[in-house]
């Protein structure tokens, strides 16, 4: 039975909904984000604690904005708007309200005045914490899946390596790990991560050589969404052919997170559709595994509290998140092998001088893109007409939006001459200034 007491947040298209339930779940108080007209019967059903509304600054409202509806005010809960439309929805109807502007709660008399709502009007308890969530979600996994056994898509990131302890402590060796080599890694990505798994964790891991499978269902394929349809549907695919050689597994095992979620779905009032990831939009219709998320209601940094807690090394709870296509969505343009050799090299190259220089954990994520162009350059004396590699570096808390990396000049200096030193066919390095919004993180 789940001890975890609720706060509900309802998005008035806000552009700081994520920042505000942040805040709240570092306050030690669960949240969840929902529209901003959901039913009242649906709040009651999930026994919310208390509500708050997420509007915007009275600089960016307009005529016609979105309203909850006015019920939310008699299911005997405390309401408290934040931003100027809520505010005025609240004086309406009886709820609270807060400073104007919700990037207040940023600011330490913001966060102050968030508590009071939490505690003192709300009568939370600080129950979320990642001793409790493990030991909710070991009971909630063992409850669903009973004697069966399950399939865990291991890639090596934080997010399933973490889902794989949790489940494994849950499970035991009725867990069974799929590391999928789709050909789209990174440098020496492979032999490290089934080399970590088996001696330090001891997991049941299989290795799946698939390169050649995917490489060929990615032919001709240029369209970001397109690529990560294909690798999701194939990924799928890898997984049921590898569970019919075990016997029956009934359960695949995902690390989606709560800003996959978020990103993924399109409903007005709340976030609109960016792109899909593998873990969410990318699935064919016909899965035929019912899918454990552990984490799907998480963000990164509440993922990374756990694996600490359930004891995983830092190199793996603090690595850099890489996408599920991979290196499929760092390459514009078509795949093809020698462009994925040609980018493994220059990625390498830019996180090891960032290892060295010792701003790694400082950022969110570093990586090389390889582009679908190509330059003019000197070299010995000739001409060259070679490829061009865009180096992407951003700071982020939760990746909903990101700032670009402001790295030395000299770092970038040694990063950009080892790769036109280094990699056969480049000629050109350039860094991307590009902040989240108006661009994702990754390029495609």
Known sequence: MSTRETIVVLDLASP?????????????????????????????????????????????????ELKCNPEIFNLGIPVLGIGADAQQFCREHGGMF??????????????????????????CQKLWTPQLFIKEQEEKIRERVGEEKV???????????????????AIGDRLVCVFVDHGLLRKQEAQQILSIFREKFNLNIIGVQAATRFLEQLKGVIDPEEKRRVIGHEFIEVFEDEAAKLGEINYLVQGTLYPDVLESISEQGSAVKIKSHHNVGGLPPNLRFKLLEPFRLLF??????????????????????????????????????????????????????????????????AFAVLMDT???????????????????????????????????????????????????????????????????????
């Not at 669960?30 to 901003?36: H, M």
């Not at 807060?98 to 600011?107: C, G, K, L, M």
């Open 374 to 444: 190509k330059s003019v350059g000197v070299a010995g004396g000739e001409r060259t007409y070679g490829q061009v590699v865009a180096l992407r570096a951003v700071t982020s808390e939760d990746a909903m939006t990101a700032e670009w990396g402001r790295l030395p000049y000299d770092l970038l200096e040694r990063i950009a001459q080892r790769i036109i030193n280094e990699v056969p066919g480049v000629n050109r390095v350039v860094y991307d200034i590009t902040s989240k919004p108006p661009g994702t993180i990754e390029w495609e």
């Open 98 to 123: 807060s400073p104007e502007h919700p990037s207040t709660f940023n600011s330490p008399a913001g966060v102050a005045l968030l508590k009071n709502f939490l505690f003192e009007s709300c009568h």
């Open 16 to 64: 700081y909904t994520l920042l505000l339930a942040r805040r709240i779940r570092e306050a030690g108080v669960f949240c969840e984000i929902l529209p901003y007209n959901i039913a009242p019967e649906r709040l009651s059903s999930l026994s919310a604690k208390g509500i708050v509304l997420s509007g915007k600054p009275s600089s960016l409202v307009e005529r016609g």
């Open 300 to 365: 990164k940094d509440e993922v990374r509290a756990i694996g600490e807690e359930l004891g995983l090394p830092k190199e793996i709870v603090w690595r850099h998140p890489f996408p599920g296509p991979g290196l499929a969505v760092r390459i514009i343009g078509e795949i093809t092998e020698e462009k994925l050799e040609t980018l493994r090299e220059a990625d390498y190259i830019m996180l090891e001088e960032i290892k060295k220089s010792g701003y790694y954990q400082q950022l969110w994520q």
């Open 151 to 169: 399939l865990c898509a291991l890639s090596g990131g934080v997010d399933s390596s973490v889902a794989a302890v949790l489940i494994h402590r």
